[in-house]
């Protein structure tokens, strides 16, 4: 598959491009990583300078209205560069779920402030052995006057330690498990009775386990629907996901091939080696097709498609795959280099690592996607 871009879209595309390749090298991340905040503001100020955190938002908002293809162009080349900032969590996310799900009054108050940068967002879902199941959720909620009083533990909640907001799912009625019983709400990060926890994860992001004690939130959507609006911003995740995971790969096989052109053993270059060769071949393969999935279910999502869940797990679980076996190349054929800070080559196998167990790994989606499958 090879998706033709509007005019649009490649001025998005070309724009992105040159200003991560002029502000967002290796070092540059490296950087930015290593500071005491783990991200970049000022990178963070020049995307929604440059359009990127409007991009995906309907004109009814104050948004471009550039839809799923203009998060698959972002996020494709934010793979490529390992960009840190935390857009899916903000703009795919939390904007996503306030655009579908907010009243007009919440789009007003929140999505301004995502579009022009002055705010950033956290998705905080998972709970001590949820796994990847929304439903899965002893948080509970109350009503109390207008607002609603949350009470309960978040876990790995990734991008909480930057949030100046949080969109935390909680159980307004029904048993544990019942997919009818929860419900989101927008928390402020600094409301009395949060506390928050934050720790570096692998792939040199940052993730916080929340505690919330009597803690006031804003219902977001109608009560008792949290776990579809979930599902349908898992979806919308995935999609982005994807997109950086191939970026991710297409790096790592252009770092493989240069290496394997300068790289000499018994005197001459290892990519001469026929076996080499052979994996170098299957690697391109392997990020072709990564890259046809994930161009067809962008498509399929900015059409609406009813058949969109299955997809989302079928390209989750083939890219996944795709991505281990690429990284796991590149890293070997690198040899022990191939994990020293110094190299981006072991950076790319850890985003990539934690693309896989987001939203479900790959065993997680072939399950869902048969699932799925069974029920059409």
């Known amino acids: 598959m090879n998706v033709q871009f509007t005019e649009e879209q490649e001025l998005l595309r070309s724009s992105v491009q040159r200003l991560l390749r002029d502000q967002y090298d290796f070092e540059a991340r490296r950087k930015i990583v290593a500071s005491e905040e783990g991200f970049s503001r000022t990178r963070w100020e020049g995307f929604a300078e440059l359009g990127l955190l409007a991009a995906p938002f309907s004109e009814n908002v104050g948004g471009l209205g550039g839809g799923a293809l203009s998060i698959m162009i972002i996020m494709h080349e934010f793979g490529r560069h390992l960009v840190v900032e935390p857009f899916v969590e903000t703009v795919v996310l939390a904007g996503g ?44 909620a109350r009503r109390e006057g207008n607002d609603y009083v949350l009470s309960g533990t978040k876990t790995m909640a990734i991008a909480a330690p930057w949030a100046d907001y949080l969109i935390v799912s909680a159980r307004t009625s029904c048993d544990d498990r019942d997919r009818g019983g929860v419900s989101l709400f927008a928390v402020d990060r600094r409301a009395a009775g949060l506390d928050l926890q934050s720790f570096k994860t692998i792939d040199g992001r940052r993730a916080a386990e929340i505690s919330l004690r009597e803690v006031r939130g804003q219902l977001l959507g109608r009560e008792g ?11 919308r995740a995935i999609a982005a996901l994807c997109a950086e995971a191939v970026g991710a790969i297409g790096e790592l096989n252009a770092a493989t091939l240069d290496y394997s052109k300068t ?103 072939v399950l869902r996607y048969a699932q799925l499958d069974a029920a059409a």
């Open 263 to 365: 790289r000499k053993q018994f005197g001459t270059t290892i990519g001469s080696f026929q076996v080499l060769q052979h994996r170098i071949v299957d690697m391109f393969i392997a990020h072709q097709e990564a890259l046809s999935l994930m161009q067809h279910l962008s498509l399929n999502l900015s059409a609406g498609d009813p058949g969109l869940s299955r997809l989302a797990s079928g390209a989750k679980s083939k890219i996944g795959y795709a991505g281990k076996f690429v990284a796991d190349q590149a890293v070997q054929l690198h040899g022990g280099m191939g994990m020293t800070d110094e190299l981006n080559v072991g950076h790319y196998f850890k985003r990539i690592s934690s693309i896989n167990i987001q939203f479900g790994d790959p065993a997680f989606h």
């Open 97 to 140: 779920l306030i655009e579908q799900a907010g009243t007009p009054e919440q789009q007003q108050a929140f999505i301004p402030g995502i579009i022009d940068g002055s705010t950033i967002w956290a998705l905080a879902w998972t709970e001590r052995g949820s796994r990847f199941d929304f439903a899965n959720v002893t948080t509970t």
């Open 225 to 235: 629907e949290g776990v579809a609006l979930l599902e349908a911003s898992r979806d």
